[in-house]
């Protein structure tokens, strides 16, 4: 038997042109990929910021003081450059932010700031963290930044890389074309094919830092968006040298990427962004006065020392240093007396201890090997205590901030 099947009849070229759906320069590029890893790169898969903290999330130290000079003030990771004629500058963790975030870096002129001669904000990135940019090759990457930012002064500003050994920088212009309103800027990083190439450990890779205020030490012609030999002439090129009161300057959502183009900001868990920050700045005391309950043995001296441990959560950058001010703690079981508190790193052995009675002056033992490795030692010549108190609004904090 014969079975006819009949099919309408179309014409070939409509059906062909109905493939040439708008798919955009990316889809192309994405349809074009040979292998898996050339699309994950045309999408800035996985994990791509190499900012840490740059929703401003974190907060160890404090959510506003007034800010000093070379110091990590406030937020994790951020460290400032400041030095005024005279007054200050607040820093603060702020509620003032775009959609997406929950919290921005606010200096803010206090009313006394006057005569700037130098105001920037920094973060520096580990050089461990930075092979995957081939700095100081012929096969560098470019880079994107992007970041939101917010001020009551409008104008031309400065946003300065440099590269590990401080040899070389760029930068790199970007407007704030309204007062007080949230603007998203990217800025593409050419390669760094001159810089040298980094030693790749511990230390410092890379710095990025925006220049908010210069004063006319820091005025200067460099040129605009190439890496060269470094120089202090960076400030604001559009004139903005003041910060008057009051004057204000927020930034949030910071992204440093491989690649020509920003994609959306990496939103890490909590977690995860707290301990990135921790590898630099551990404080155990975050949610205030804190009891440490330690053993203790009935003796003097040296012959009864008694264990107070104290766990890192995560392997820190380097041997970190003790950061402390416990003026009103003391030991329950009645104020020490003397010089009867004293701590070590774990093993450190018997050394002469130094301290005094209300704990406000400790001593580490220089001698420490393991930076991911904390067991701190007390020794009550005269008093068998039971557990010692941190008292709330007290610091007793670990630094290996680079």
Not at 361 to 387: D, E, M
Request: proline share 5%; hydrophobic share 30%; glycine share 8%.
């Amino acid at each position: 038997m014969t079975v006819r099947v009949n099919k309408p009849e179309f014409n070939i070229r409509e059906k062909l042109s109905e493939l040439e759906r708008p798919i955009g320069l990316k889809g192309s590029e994405l349809m074009g990929a040979e292998t898996a890893q050339e699309a994950r790169d045309l999408v800035s898969a996985g994990r791509k910021n190499l900012i840490i903290n740059g929703d401003m999330r974190i907060s160890q130290r404090a959510t506003s003081v007034s800010a000093s000079n070379n110091t990590y003030n406030t937020l994790d990771r951020w460290n400032t450059w400041i030095n005024y004629d005279s007054g200050g500058v607040t820093m603060s963790q702020a509620g003032a932010t775009p959609p997406g975030f929950i919290y921005s870096l606010q200096y803010y002129n206090n009313g006394n700031a006057t005569g700037p001669q130098y105001h920037f904000l920094e973060q520096k990135i580990e050089a461990q963290n930075i092979p995957q940019l081939k700095m100081g090759t012929s096969d560098a990457e470019y880079m994107t930044l992007s970041f939101w930012v917010r001020s009551s002064v409008t104008g031309t500003f400065n946003v300065e890389l440099t590269d590990d050994d401080g040899s070389h920088h760029i930068i790199k212009r970007y407007t704030i074309d309204n007062a007080a309103t949230w603007e998203y800027k990217t800025i593409t990083i050419p390669p760094a094919t001159n810089t040298g190439v980094p030693t790749y450990d511990n230390t410092m890779g890379l710095t990025v830092h925006w220049c908010i205020a210069g004063g006319s030490s820091y005025n200067g012609t460099s040129a605009d968006g190439t890496w060269q030999t470094y120089s202090t002439t960076r400030r604001n090129d559009g004139g903005n040298t003041t910060f008057t009161d009051p004057d204000y300057w927020n930034i949030t959502g910071v992204q440093l990427e491989v690649g020509k183009n920003a994609t959306d900001f990496e939103h890490r868990p909590y977690g995860e962004e707290l301990a990135l920050c921790q590898r630099y700045y551990y404080n155990p005391m975050m949610d205030g006065s804190v009891m440490y309950p330690i053993r203790y043995l009935i003796s003097t001296g040296n012959n009864g020392w008694t264990n107070w441990p104290v766990s890192f959560p995560t392997a820190m950058r380097i041997i970190p240093s003790l950061v402390s001010d416990l003026s009103d703690s003391n030991n329950t079981s009645g104020p020490p007396t003397d010089d009867q508190w004293a701590f070590y790193w774990q093993n450190q052995g018997y050394v002469s201890k130094t301290g005094n009675s209300d704990m406000s002056v400790l001593n580490i033992a220089a001698s420490a090997t393991h930076a991911n490795v904390g067991a701190y030692y007390v020794s009550p010549t005269n008093t068998n205590a039971a557990s010692i108190k941190i008292g709330a609004n007290r610091t007793f904090a670990f630094n290996a901030e680079l």
